[in-house]
């Protein structure tokens, strides 16, 4: 059973930068994938990013590259995801999930947490 808690969210204005937290059971398990997805309102699940910590990180598209940072932090054994010049196409709820491979369908993923609203105005 792995454990995943997310935080960070919260409002923004267009062009902050933020900072969201995946606190992880998993962290020290090297063969275990931590991604983080999101979702807009009435839209599907879509991924953004995906790391094995310790490991190069897979953004999947790149869109995603660009504004999106993924991030291991050993300190506080979270998985970071960082937004530069957020826009209002980024509110919605941001999960983290964990499972075997790094994978872009959140079908591959079997935990996941309650996720972080993320709401960004103009």
């Known amino acids: 059973q792995v454990r995943l808690r997310e935080f960070g969210g919260g409002s923004a204005q267009a062009g902050d930068s933020l900072r969201l937290s995946c606190e992880t059971s998993?962290?020290?398990?090297?063969?275990?994938?931590v991604a983080w997805f999101r979702q807009a309102p009435g839209l599907e699940r879509e991924v953004v990013a995906s790391?094995?910590?310790?490991?190069?990180?897979?953004y999947f598209s790149e869109s995603n590259e660009g504004r999106f940072t993924i991030s291991a932090d050993n300190s506080k054994k979270t998985v970071d995801l960082q937004i530069l010049s957020v826009k209002p196409e980024d509110s919605g709820s941001y999960f983290c999930?964990?499972?075997?491979?790094?994978?872009?369908?959140?079908?591959?993923?079997?935990?996941w947490g309650q996720g972080t609203q993320v709401t960004v105005s103009s």
């Open positions: 998993s962290y020290s398990d090297s063969s275990i994938c």
């Open positions: 999930a964990a499972g075997p491979g790094c994978s872009w369908s959140p079908n591959d993923y079997k935990y």
């Open positions: 790391i094995y910590p310790g490991g190069p990180a897979e």
